[in-house]
């Protein structure tokens, strides 16, 4: 079902897109939780710390994955929006062929370099090798989260947001079957995690390319238009790259905040991860909204509608604060509860629950600044501008950088902790101003153009 986001009041419009990929997130943070829950218990801590310690490689990759992807399908929802249909079965095809290759590119780098990456992120020896097992695992079957996050993303590029939700939830429960399976009954520790996961992601991409093949003939490539483009590679390239760069600067950061993490030991990384899905759990919905901003300013930038694009940013600025609000009420409330979820019985709860505090807690006083990250970096890259987002990116490295070289220099978990945080204000400051910017060129080209 494709939805046309040029029509009707902004706020409901984002509203009724972004609910969908609120419950897909959750799933998928679900399913992702299931991992670490599973292993916690039937594995050991120490499995539960090797799986939390390649979270940030995860990112990276995964990062890299949906950024590419996404900003190949960019020029779809402004071509959906422009109501250019054979243009936008020429920007599918050509975007394919193009995630064709950066598997392959992506799969080669992951493969050979996660030895390194585990070395120099400090990884703890007595969960190297657990690490090692599960992370080589998800980079071998990086096909399946590039082209589940692909074909998501052109649906989502039309309107239609239901439809990805309805396969992630799927995968979500079968997800975890799989992962009981493997881990309980076959004993595959947390190669079993790796597997299940991988085997979740690539049925549902499969799904999501029969419902399209079936079901969305503007999305279904003719013989004709299975080629590249120089127009459309250039365009998608000039999108996709900085997308996925920002992903990669981001994650970056991210790894080097682990990497003073791991300093602390295995009981400080393991109440690290689990106090980390939690907060993803929660925030999800910031990320929600940042989806449905890049789908709403993609379709109105391509129709012309400026104005409806900043009014739709005020819209979702509102909504995302409220829900800030209340991410950081919930993860609070929760943290001690489900802390034990993560752990078997013989594991002091006491002990891990300062760890797990300290960030927790630190982080939900800056929830509000995390959430116009994905608003003002999402709604730039819809309209096609790439470059400032990526830079907001580099911000969040450098502040993560800066603040973890102190903590570390004075073995200082609480500030190790700040990482996030410190990242998440500098990156909200520079991606709102460079959103201003973005707006006063959009309109100047216009006017110009008129």
Request: hydrophobic share 50%; net charge positive.
């Amino acid at each position: 079902m494709e939805r046309d986001m040029t029509k009707g009041s902004p706020l409901l419009v984002i509203l009724k897109f972004t609910l969908p990929l609120i419950i897909g997130n959750i799933f998928q943070q679900l399913y992702n939780m299931a991992d670490t829950i599973i292993v916690g218990h039937y594995v050991g801590a120490n499995a539960l710390a090797a799986v939390g310690s390649t979270g940030t490689i995860m990112f990276l990759i995964v990062g890299l994955a949906q950024g590419i992807t996404a900003g190949f399908t960019v020029l779809t929802s402004q071509r959906f929006g422009a109501k250019d249909t054979n243009g936008v079965k020429r920007s599918v095809a050509n975007g394919i062929l193009l995630s064709l290759i950066s598997t392959f590119l992506l799969t080669t780098f992951s493969v050979l370099s996660m030895h390194w990456i585990l070395t120099k992120m400090n990884t703890p020896a007595n969960i190297f090798q657990d690490a090692y097992t599960y992370i080589m695992i998800i980079s071998g079957g990086l096909i399946t989260t590039i082209f589940y996050n692909l074909l998501s993303s052109y649906l989502r590029a039309v309107g239609n947001s239901q439809i990805p939700l309805v396969f992630l939830v799927f995968s979500a429960v079968l997800n975890v079957i799989l992962d009981l399976i493997l881990i309980i009954k076959f004993r595959m520790g947390v190669a079993g995690a790796g597997y299940a996961t991988i085997l979740s992601q690539g049925i549902s991409a499969v799904l999501c390319f029969l419902y399209i093949y079936r079901y969305m003939p503007d999305l279904t490539p003719q013989k004709e238009h299975w080629k590249f483009y120089l127009a459309d590679t250039r365009h998608q390239l000039s999108v996709g790259i900085p997308m996925a760069l920002q992903f990669a600067i981001t994650a970056s950061g991210t790894m080097i905040m682990q990497s003073a993490i791991n300093l602390f030991g295995s009981d400080a990384v393991a109440s690290f991860t689990a106090a980390g899905k939690l907060q993803t759990l929660v925030t999800q919905g910031m990320m929600a909204m940042g989806q449905t901003m890049a789908a709403y300013s993609g379709q109105n930038f391509g129709k012309g509608d400026i104005l409806r694009i900043k009014k739709g940013v005020k819209s979702a600025l509102l909504a995302s604060t409220v829900y800030s609000i209340v991410a950081a009420v919930l993860i609070c409330s929760l943290l001690k509860p489900c802390l034990g979820l993560f752990f078997t019985g013989d594991v002091d709860i006491t002990v891990m629950l300062p760890w797990a505090k300290t960030y927790a807690y630190m982080c939900a006083i800056f929830y509000i600044p995390l959430s116009t990250i994905f608003i003002f970096r999402n709604t730039m890259q819809g309209c096609g501008y790439g470059f400032l987002p990526m830079m907001g990116g580099v911000s969040e490295l450098l502040a993560r950088l800066l603040v973890a070289m102190i903590a570390m220099s004075v073995a200082s978990y609480p500030l190790s902790c700040f990482c996030d945080p410190a990242a998440w204000v500098t990156a909200a400051v520079f991606t709102g101003v460079s959103y201003l910017f973005v707006m006063k060129d959009i309109d100047k080209k216009y006017r110009q153009a008129s």
